[in-house]
């Protein structure tokens, strides 16, 4: 018996070496620096039992047990601290060798002896408790996770009830001194019953190793479609804010008592009788007066044991930091080469992977411009002066570009109107500084210019043809998006009617959210993708 009760208090231990075992196989990632804060919930289910070191009892066994615990779980990179309040439901069963007392009889006149045999004597203890958990742990590959640590409970309630059948019977040792070789008289068989007590007592503090580990299972969960950002609200509106978020573990854990878990309550009777070195739980006296106590009473002690599976739903309460990605800028500075003083002049980017073109307007003859990796030409070009060319490349993001020019002015010559950059065939021209209300299709008239330099473009070459091409961020339902776009591309070609280009020259096509040029997960990403282009065709 004993051997069991030193091999259950090596279960806590042999877990956490489970744990560091398992985890210490798996190659082990980094993660966000940022304190992460959880609520949880905690449902463990499994085996419950109660070891007893009292010397008679011949096996100690268990049943259905668990916890509902409420918590709190910091996590700061790899590591988890975790604490909270838990209410467990601990049982147990305990069987006890049979034993006999006897007490002298005389009711017959007959010095005789009553004996007192009690077989079947079972135990059952049950336990409601309540623990604050101190555990600490970590999670490794933002997956995988042990915790190990104490848990100091006090029982709220405890009680035992006890079972066995009683056999009683007489002997006298005189007559059967007597009889001698006439054959002994067997012991008379007076009566049997079946007794039955019950017994509540008193809870004592109850120190618990613990450990666990587990899996995040949100990974293996069915995935719904991802929740979309909400549509940004016009100035003065409050935005929307995000649900937190959630995660869900799997776990198997144990729990094992270092210190004894239950007490006799305050005032009780203690019912045992001492036989030699050895504490029996029941007294008895003539006339057949029984009573029968608990294992508690004869001073056993009980380590209270749980292991099972649990779940846990963790609700993160601090939002987590949206990391922004490094970003890449080009630094454009234009200048008179003989004046050095700085012009205002059209800039035309060349994606080289991708064949599109972007125009922007410097007027004060420097533009700050966020760009991609990739490999890139500009051109510059002012009123009166010569345009010129460069080049350059963005390895990964984070890098910056600066380019300067020098621009040469064109000498005796007088030009009036700048020539617009026509693109070629198959080129997408993105059109900058043209803008909309929001969620809506009607043009706002800081616009006037970019529709001006493209329906003068439009109308210096007669022959040119293109096609609008509407684009949305992914705020809002698809088929929304996707009329929005084609709405908007409508309005600009109508705006281009207007100042008298040929609407058979203009195709109109919206695409929605289909095709976004940044990520839709910042606002300056999703400002980007509200855009409006056109293809030479």
């Not at 009889?105 to 004996?115: I, K, L, R, T, W």
């Not at 305050?266 to 030699?276: A, D, L, N, S």
Request: aromatic share 8%.
């Amino acid at each position: 018996m004993r051997n069991l009760h030193r091999r259950s208090a090596l279960i806590s231990i042999w877990l956490v070496g489970v744990a560091f075992g398992f985890i210490s196989a798996k190659e082990t990632v980094t993660i966000s620096e940022e304190d992460h804060h959880y609520l949880t919930t905690d449902l463990g289910v499994g085996y419950s039992s109660l070891l007893t070191n009292y010397p008679l009892v011949s096996t100690c066994s268990g049943d259905a047990g668990g916890h509902l615990q409420v918590g709190y779980e910091w996590q700061r990179r790899q590591f988890l601290l975790h604490t909270g309040l838990e209410f467990a439901l601990l049982k147990g069963r305990t069987r006890v060798l049979p034993f006999e007392l006897q007490t002298p009889y005389s009711e017959s006149g007959v010095e005789m002896v009553e004996h007192f045999c009690f077989s079947d004597v079972v135990e059952r203890q049950s336990i409601g408790q309540l623990s604050i958990p101190v555990m600490a742990g970590g999670m490794f590959q933002n997956r995988y996770y042990f915790l190990a640590g104490v848990k100091i409970g006090m029982p709220v309630y405890a009680n035992t009830k006890t079972t066995t059948t009683l056999q009683t019977t007489l002997s006298d040792p005189t007559l059967i001194g007597e009889l001698g070789e006439q054959g002994d008289i067997p012991a008379h068989n007076l009566w049997t019953s079946n007794e039955v007590t019950e017994a509540s007592l008193a809870g004592r503090v109850n120190v618990q190793a613990s450990a666990e580990v587990g899996i995040s299972i949100n990974g293996f969960l069915p995935s719904k479609k991802a929740t979309k950002r909400p549509a940004p609200r016009q100035a003065g509106g409050n935005k929307k804010k995000q649900p937190l978020p959630y995660y869900f573990r799997v776990a198997l854990f144990c729990d094992y008592g270092l210190t004894n878990a239950l007490s006799a309550a305050e005032g009780m009777q203690r019912i045992c009788t001492q036989k030699g070195e050895q504490s029996y739980p029941a007294v008895v006296s003539a006339p057949r007066n029984v009573q029968l106590g608990t294992l508690v009473e004869s001073d056993a002690r009980y380590n209270s044991l749980l292991v099972g599976v649990k779940f846990a739903a963790l609700i993160q309460m601090n939002r987590p930091k949206i990391v922004e990605p490094p970003k890449s800028y080009l630094d454009v500075l234009i200048t008179d080469a003989q004046t050095e003083k700085t012009i205002p002049a059209k800039i035309l980017l060349y994606d080289r992977q991708t064949n599109r073109e972007t125009i922007r307007d410097s007027k004060n003859g420097k533009a700050h411009i966020r760009t991609k990796v990739g490999a890139f030409d500009v051109s510059v070009s002012a009123l009166g002066y010569l345009s010129e060319t460069q080049h350059y490349e963005i390895a990964r993001l984070g890098d910056n570009a600066k380019l300067q020019f020098a621009l040469q002015p064109i000498q005796d010559t007088v030009v009036e109107v700048p020539q617009p950059v026509v693109p070629e065939k198959g080129v997408v021209v993105v059109l900058h500084n043209l803008y909309f209300s929001t969620n809506a299709t009607t043009i706002l008239l800081a616009s006037e210019e970019a529709l001006n330099d493209l329906s003068t473009m439009l109308l210096a070459n007669p022959e040119m043809h293109i096609r609008i091409i509407g684009h949305t961020d992914d705020i809002g339902s698809e088929q929304d998006n996707l009329l929005l776009s084609l709405g908007r591309a409508e309005a600009v070609k109508q705006a281009l009617v207007d100042r008298g280009v040929n609407d058979e020259r203009i195709e109109t096509e919206g695409k929605g959210e289909t095709e976004p040029i940044a990520p839709n997960d910042t606002e300056e990403g999703r400002a980007e993708n509200r855009r409006v282009e056109f293809i030479v065709l």
